[in-house]
């Protein structure tokens, strides 16, 4: 059985269709004002869409296609929300925070807590069942209101950027708890960190202006990014265009030369493809440079910061990484015109 969800939220722009097997977790990723919180909102039953059709392993969310209006109120669609904050009732304990959800099912008081006990350990958090929200750290809090979400069992659990207000050392112990308790569970995760799609994500869906613009296996989408996003959350550079026999074409006349990492039928040329590189695969320098098959960029200079033990240079919508004594010998500096310079043995190219 699976979760299907096809929504139109004209006002703010959101058309989407997507699904979620049993057992899989689906991480959205997306620029602010995507559209990503707007999703979660609909499928919790907190925003209503103006069309759209959302069942979840049989049971139907909401059905608002011509002629027809089923809405399912948000405490009986099987669906639990944990956002940024963790929300949790200030006036009960952690424990009576974990069994409210067992107990509005209609849970005995006893059976409950015994429920909310098995999820407070769940989430390494026993000790803190006496406590209340005013007594708990961010971490701890956040934990809590893991536990609480899945005491209730949900069909889906639905998380938005559930370490964004976590300090850099409660995060980590949250995401490897997240990695543990979301395995074999139907999840979809909001954020903006890679790391989180890479260790809690078995599939993402990129979602830009409203709309999906990419989506496939973690891995596979970003190792070979289709989207510029996608492909700065992975660190790396892209180009779009058309493929052409040796590369990729711009719409602005601007020819790259790459390789294929597989042959691509002749068919494919001149269709949309990207060409990709890695920052570190970029040399600048002040002149034009010939020799080997390459590419080279006219840019300016736009920002310089530290990146590592590198300086990251941005240019021309671009990236490259170099050392600190490189930098210092070319006299970079915001505003300066320089080249771009990238073998095309580092280019990748494929179709988009």
């Known amino acids: 059985m699976t979760f299907m ?108 807590r015994d429920s909310a006990r098995k999820w407070l350990a769940a989430v390494d958090a026993s000790e803190l069942e006496s406590r209340r929200p005013g007594e708990l750290s961010g971490g701890q809090a956040q934990r809590v209101a893991v536990a609480r979400a899945l005491a209730a069992n949900p069909d889906v659990l639905l998380l938005d950027e559930p370490m964004a207000a976590l300090d850099i050392h409660a995060a980590p112990l949250l995401r490897r708890l997240l990695r543990v308790v979301l395995d074999g569970r139907r999840a979809i995760i909001i954020t903006h960190d890679v790391l989180d799609a890479l260790m809690l ?47 990729v074409s711009t719409p602005r006349g601007l020819e790259i030369a790459g390789h294929q990492e597989e042959p691509l039928p002749p068919a494919s040329l001149g269709h949309a493809g990207v060409a990709v590189f890695p920052p570190s695969a970029v040399s600048i320098f002040l002149s034009a440079a010939h020799g080997s098959p390459r590419n080279s960029f006219k840019v300016t200079v736009t920002d310089l910061e530290p990146h590592g033990d590198q300086i990251r240079v941005r240019a021309g919508g671009m990236s490259a990484d170099i050392t600190p004594s490189a930098s210092a010998e070319l006299g970079l500096a915001p505003g300066m015109g320089v080249y771009f310079v990238v073998k095309a043995a580092a280019v990748s190219v494929y179709p988009a």
Do not use: Y
């Open 5 to 112: 969800l096809r929504a139109a939220v004209q006002e703010r722009g959101l058309d989407v269709e997507l699904a979620l097997g049993p057992g899989e977790t689906l991480a959205i990723l997306g620029p602010n004002g995507a559209g990503k919180s707007t999703l979660l909102s609909v499928i919790a039953g907190l925003l209503r869409p103006d069309s759209g059709r959302a069942e979840v392993d049989g049971k139907v969310l909401f059905d608002l296609t011509s002629g027809t209006s089923v809405w399912t109120a948000p405490h009986r669609r099987g669906t639990a929300l944990l956002a940024q904050e963790p929300l949790l009732f200030p006036h009960l304990t952690a424990l009576d925070n974990v069994a409210f959800g067992p107990r509005s099912a209609g849970m005995a008081r006893k059976a409950a």
């Open 201 to 247: 994500a078995d599939r993402v869906i990129v979602l830009e202006g409203g709309k999906i613009t990419e989506e496939g296996p973690t891995r596979e989408v970003l190792e070979r990014p289709r989207s510029r996003f996608a492909a700065g959350l992975a660190g790396l550079n892209l180009i779009q265009g058309t493929l052409t026999a040796t590369g």
